[in-house]
Nanobody
Framework: QVQLVESGGGLVQAGGSLRLSCAASGRTFSSYMGWFRQAPGKEREFVAAITWSWSGNIKYYADSVKGRSTISRDNAKNMVYLQMNSLKPEDTAIYYC?????????????????WGQGTQVTVSS
């Protein structure tokens, strides 16, 4: 089992920045870690993912956040981060941390085994 706890959400003005954190506990090491988000009335969507390898981390981003967001991880601290810059009102959503990709595309919600409870990000215009 893996437990995930997100933090770092909040209210920010458009153009601002936030850094979301995800603390993992339990069976902590997952080569794949990810971030998803869900806006009111919409389905949960992929934001970013990171996979560890001996040759270095590989990162994936949704087109909607590419160039504005950076996913990173600290395996020693069992933490995953999502730095978001140049935030837009359309980034408003609950952001979820995900761990342990089970198969299929990393961009699919059903490809992930563990989820956190989410942290709210609200971007005002």
């Amino acid at each position: 089992q893996v437990q995930l706890v997100e933090s770092g959400g909040g209210l920010v003005q458009a153009g601002g920045s936030l850094r979301l954190s995800c603390a993992a506990s339990g069976r902590t090491f997952s080569s794949y870690m990810g971030w998803f988000r869900q806006a009111p009335g919409k389905e949960r969507e992929f934001v970013a993912a990171i996979t560890w390898s001996w040759s270095g981390n590989i990162k994936y981003y949704a087109d909607s956040v590419k160039g504005r967001s950076t996913i990173s991880r600290d395996n020693a601290k069992n933490m995953v981060y999502l730095q978001m810059n140049s935030l837009k009102p359309e980034d408003t959503a609950i952001y979820y941390c995900a761990a342990e990709r089970t198969g299929g595309s990393y961009s699919y919600t059903n490809s992930w085994r563990y989820w956190g409870q989410g942290t709210q990000v609200t971007v005002s215009s």
